[in-house]
């Protein structure tokens, strides 16, 4: 499976950006999806989460009521909705795949990784 990730940029804090996964070699419907980030100088850390199979979905204290992760099986692709960006936001996403559905995904359990697309939020 290989993940891109694109839709990153540069915006003020307050606004929207939408990040996009396109997964090519497998259909990724019955895998838990996930994107990811990481700021300069700290450890990767999970943002939200999609159990594709079970149509379930998680996030981070952090992201709550700000970011949403959906799925479009016809185009294999998963997105993430970022509204109300903050400056603490700034980082590397990654969007991530991991074939097991019976948990939530954890960086200790990623399978496929995407490279990631930078976010840059100014205040």
């Known amino acids: 499976v290989q993940l891109q990730a694109s839709g990153g940029g540069l915006m003020q804090a307050g606004g929207s950006l939408r990040l996009s996964c396109a997964a090519s070699?497998?259909?990724?419907?019955?895998?838990?999806l996930g994107w990811f980030r990481q700021a300069p100088g700290k450890e990767r850390e999970f943002v939200a989460g999609?159990?594709?199979?079970?149509?379930?979905?998680y996030y981070a204290d952090s992201v709550k009521g700000r970011f949403t992760i959906s799925g479009d099986n016809a185009k294999n692709t998963v997105y993430l909705q970022m509204n109300s960006l903050k400056p603490e936001d700034t980082a590397v996403y990654y969007c991530?795949?991991?074939?097991?559905?019976?948990?939530?995904?954890?960086?200790?359990?990623?399978?496929?990784w995407g490279k990631g697309t930078q976010v840059t939020v100014s205040s």
């Open positions: 070699g497998r259909t990724v419907s019955n895998y838990n």
């Open positions: 991530a795949a991991d074939t097991s559905t019976l948990r939530r995904i954890d960086t200790s359990y990623v399978d496929y």
């Open positions: 999609l159990n594709w199979r079970i149509g379930a979905t």
